[in-house]
């Protein structure tokens, strides 16, 4: 085959997915390859880049750590899939059912009866020795001996075919979300040929899932809530844990989230609390409790453990299950195998050795330099070594390691991973790298249901040996061929929706992200406000034909503590630009405002995700030391512009949920404090009656265009205050804010009963009433121009810090939940 294939390698010794040993092309692969014939590499770059661009625009990522790029690193997904035949699969997926089958009955004797340990099948030191070995759970019996409610398998295909597993995955497997998100990406980028090779589909098992998990639940009949708790967004598999919730239908929740409550669980929601009746965790075993488990950790639940020893919570996976997870596990398992159930493994693990028998550590030091060695247990901190690697004399000192502590070392044979072909589009060619395969299962009533596909983990590069996600991995879908169901890929819901049960409002908001919204709402205005005074104080800077408004702007932006105290203008406006460190800076509350969209992503849409995007990719234009003032101008035009889409999406694009409303009460009090403060100091400072500094007032108030169309006429004091102050129609005035803010906190008081505070309504009342002719004359009965001024300053000031009052109170109502009021639970 010329083109595409010219340069594709055939080497000895590795099983090739694509090809046979001679080079002739696989069966099953065929049709996939007569397809990339046709296409040619033009076509084939431009599926590949439009891949890419729908896993960006998705906000698909996995933070490797220590990565520049960290928790925005975009998944790596290739074009070309791995294929599978049914019949193969078949013999894999019995495989895998036996193996989850087996590891449950494992986890319920070591948790319960405990007869493996003195029936000598399994080590007691693998077990006691593990950290993952939770002592707290002994003897807590799970729902119908379901422990293990998700499995997942790493495998590996050895040069003669055979598939061998590598490692089990039962504490919180990872992976499933990513492999729907790639199947669906992969499928709308290959129609055709997924329509022809009638791939089989993947919603049967989240459908699953979903299932198990409502009959497992104590929910004593009603409809029981069940939840997905994750450690948030700086863990790896962050993304999935939103793609998952969103897709099955479950709050996305963190630890401080959660509480209990005489051994019952429940969500902090801003009606109350909601009981919770299943938590599916990917959040690690010792992690999840910090009253009786680990006592550091700030991510789990105080009390977790005790509701799932009464029974008033289903924890999935059930808790100590990642005590499995040892390597040193797999060269017992074919013997407990025979002792539960009578048969062989028909899926092997990897030849693996557990130093903690002397025979065993004696034949694996024999053979060092073919092996790698890992450790047994979680805790110990190493990379896999290869004995290959190592001198002689480095050899010699991992064998004294290993002799020192045996029970610590588990010796591996080495896997020699199969390949597969990839799509590198800048060479327009195909190459090799090697790939692992994790496939999932879930339990049901009958026993383990197979995912008919999974996660392909491909390596970074052509000669790695090693598949690492957190060494810059990347992904395939993994189509497996033949007996398509004929639904697609979207499953139906679990039952069907009366009209008695419609509803219109979010049961199940945590506080948390309310509170997130609220802020993302606060720290939307508050960029806005700080981008426009400094583009302001940059232009006026720039122009320097007017040093009083410039004079006026710089002394506003001080008394608002925008600009740092010590340096010449030229570094103070740098540093109010860019620097991170200052709390008070623009790039700082842009950081601020992209922290608290991430914690509320799973509320925003697609389009206003995107319009974050595409706003970080602006903020990150500050951080260009070498950029000048004139090229910073450009940038806060853009920033400005980006923050009126954020706006717009908050108008339109969302729905009039609570959590709506209280990003928009952050959104107003924020807006609020900023014309307040704003124009206080500016009606003390000197440009009061300066034509260019009530032009930069209005720029600053976003009102420049109404003024112009109104009045056809240069700035002068009264009508910009009229403007900015009195205009109940001008969403940019004082009195309109004030409006909505005292309707919206009126409303809050009824709907939570709480009582009100009527600071808000008096001050707008006596905004409301003040006169405009005061300032027409020097004087005005006794009282001078400067007097009303600065009386009205006086009133303004007392809005901004009223309006922070409110905010205060509202944190400490709807997200502390410190009061009776917001501590009720609510009924179901």
Known sequence: MPDLFDAYPLSAGTYHEMLEGQGAVRGHWQPLCAYLQRSGPAQLAQRQASLTRQLRENGVTYNVYADPKGADRPWELDLLPHLLPAAEWQQLAAGVEQRARLLNAVLADIYGPQQLIREGLLPAELVYGHNNFLWPCQGIAAPEGTYLHIYAV????????????????????????????????????????????????????????????????????????????????????YFEHLYLA???????????????????????????????????RRLDDDFCDPLELRTDSALGVPGLLDAVRQGRVLVANALGSGVLESPGLLGFLPAINQRFFAEDLSLPSIATWWCGEPPVMARALEQLPMLVVRPAFPSQSFSPVFGRDLDPAQRQALAERIQARPYAYVAQALAQLSQAPVWQAEQGQLQARAIGMRVYAVATAEGYRVLPGGLTRVAAQADAEVVSMQRGGASKDTWVLGEAAPQGEQWRAQRTIGVAELIRQDPYLPSRVVENLFWFGRYCERCDASARLLRIILTRYLDGDDPLALQAAVELADELSLLPEEGDLPGRLRAALDDADWAFSLRANLLRLQWAASQVRGKLSRENWQALVELQREAQCLEDGEADFGERVDVLNRLVMSLAALSGFALDDMTRDEGWRFLMLGRRIERLQSLCSSLAAFLRGPAVYDQAGLEWLLELGNSSITYRSRYLAVAQLIPVLDLLLLDEQNPHAVLFQLKLLVRANQRLSEEFDSPRDPALALLAEQLRHFDLRSLEHPLFGNASVQAVLAGLADLLQAVAIASGELSERLALRHFAHVDDVSQQTVSL
Do not use: C
């Open 154 to 237: 790493d495998l590996a295909r050895a040069p003669d075919g055979r598939w061998w597993v590598t490692a089990d995955r039962t504490q919180a497997p990872s992976g499933a979300g990513f492999a729907l998100e790639n199947r669906t990406i992969v499928s709308r980028a290959l129609p055709e040929l997924y329509r022809d090779l009638q791939v089989q589909h993947l919603s049967g098992f989240f459908r699953t899932l979903q299932q198990t998990l409502a009959r497992l639940a104590p929910s004593d009949k009603d409809a029981p809530l069940v939840v997905l708790l994750t450690p948030g967004r700086f863990n790896e598999s």
């Open 246 to 280: 969103r897709q099955l239908g479950y709050p996305l929740v963190e630890g401080s989230d959660l509480t209990v409550r005489d051994a019952t669980v429940y969500l902090k929601t801003l009606s109350g609390l909601r009981r919770v009746h299943a938590i599916m």
